[in-house]
């Protein structure tokens, strides 16, 4: 959507695990949960291909074999996927995009400036995704009725978890990641990784266990000594009353 600058009302998709996990009792698609988050997040509805229906994503199909037959010839060297990515973004430019489409028999460079694309979500899903929690003096942060560990200088901050839906657990400070964890299925778990106290030294030169609950010592209270007649005379009174 980036590269496009924007999206369309519908997107169209194969019956790929990762968009759709199976069909209800009367063949309505349904959709991977996070998959459908990440549409709603940018605002666009999902489609997918019938079942055993070729036709229905051919044009997709022809595009990806001309990728092979155009592109990959081209393709003499890279170094890596940064460097394959810069070599792939100049073949569109100065080929691909600029040519006269076989289907359309238009130039798709001049043909995208009449699609009219909807404004995408301009905050990247998994930001959006991320659950702010401020760090505890015991350096652990909570998240679904258990608790994890970031690096102790971050006590007192607010930092923000990401659950990866896979098992696994990250979480950010100012856009940094400081800590992964796996995610565990239990409750009132502690998730606890000892390189997070490293650097905490005391005078000489121990490991400094993580700041605990004080105990404020007060002074005991002063006591007044007294005859017991005082305490006799009090209760005959009170017998009195």
């Given amino acids: 959507m980036q590269y496009f600058g924007g999206r369309t009302e519908t997107v169209l998709y194969d019956n790929m695990k990762t968009v ?12 991977n949960e996070r998959f459908a988050r990440f549409a709603a997040h940018h605002g666009f509805s999902l489609r997918r291909c019938p079942p055993y229906r070729p036709r229905t994503k051919g044009k997709v199909e022809n595009g990806v074999g001309y990728v092979r037959k155009n592109f990959w010839p081209r393709v003499r060297t890279f170094t890596g996927l940064t460097d394959l990515n810069v070599q792939a973004r100049l073949w569109l430019d100065t080929v691909a995009n600029v040519r006269l489409h076989g289907t359309t028999h238009e130039v798709p460079q001049q043909r995208l ?59 950010f400070a100012q856009g940094k990641l400081i800590a992964e964890h796996e995610k565990t299925a239990g409750h009132r778990g502690v998730i606890f990784d000892k390189k997070h106290t490293e650097g905490i030294r005391a005078a000489g030169g121990k490991p400094l266990q993580l700041p605990m609950p004080r105990l404020v010592q007060q002074a005991s209270p002063d006591v007044v000594t007294r005859d017991l007649s005082v305490y006799e005379q009090l209760q005959d009174e009170a017998v009195v009353q």
């Fill in 20 to 31: 759709v996990t199976g069909t209800d009792e009367q063949g309505n698609p349904l959709w």
């Fill in 113 to 171: 400036l009449q699609e009219g694309l909807k404004t995408f979500n301009l905050v990247p899903f998994d930001e959006a995704e991320r659950h702010s929690r401020k760090v505890a003096s015991d350096a652990l942060i909570s998240y679904e009725a258990n608790r994890y560990s970031v690096p102790w200088r971050y006590v007192g901050q607010v930092v923000e978890l990401q659950d990866e839906r896979n098992g696994r657990i990250r979480i």
